[in-house]
């Protein structure tokens, strides 16, 4: 149906900046939203930033203004953009499709990459 396949973590030092990259592969028109997603050892999986169907992008608090996600004008390619990375940011970081117009709730994703390891040092 659809492929998700992340790319682009690894460690960094605290402030420093990492690009993640999301393909999109298969049924690619059956897609509504796209969304990125964190989960640490011990804590629920949270979205972290999403674009619905009409391109509009909607960030949680704690990474607006440090984070940016994008995507390209065929939706094959997702990207996220971090910045000013901190201790916290630390998790599997990973991107999910939804058939829905705009979701917030990972129950909402029908797909999803088996994701990318993000390790920011003090």
């Known amino acids: 149906q659809v492929q998700l396949a992340e790319s682009g973590g690894g460690s960094v030092e605290s402030g420093g900046s990492l690009r993640l990259s999301c393909s999109i592969s298969?049924?690619?028109?059956?897609?509504?939203?796209l969304g990125w997603f964190r989960q640490a050892p011990g804590k629920e999986r949270e979205g972290i930033a999403r674009?619905?169907?009409?391109?509009?992008?909607t960030y949680e608090d704690s990474v607006r203004g440090r984070f940016t996600i994008s995507q390209n004008n065929a939706r094959n390619t997702l990207i996220l953009q971090m910045d000013s990375l901190k201790p916290e940011d630390t998790a599997m970081y990973y991107c999910?499709?939804?058939?829905?117009?705009?979701?917030?709730?990972?129950?909402?994703?029908?797909?999803w990459g088996q994701g990318t390891q993000v390790t920011v040092s003090s």
């Open positions: 999910a499709a939804s058939q829905w117009f705009d979701a917030s709730d990972p129950v909402n994703y029908n797909y």
């Open positions: 674009v619905n169907s009409a391109g509009g992008a």
């Open positions: 298969g049924h690619i028109y059956t897609i509504g939203c």
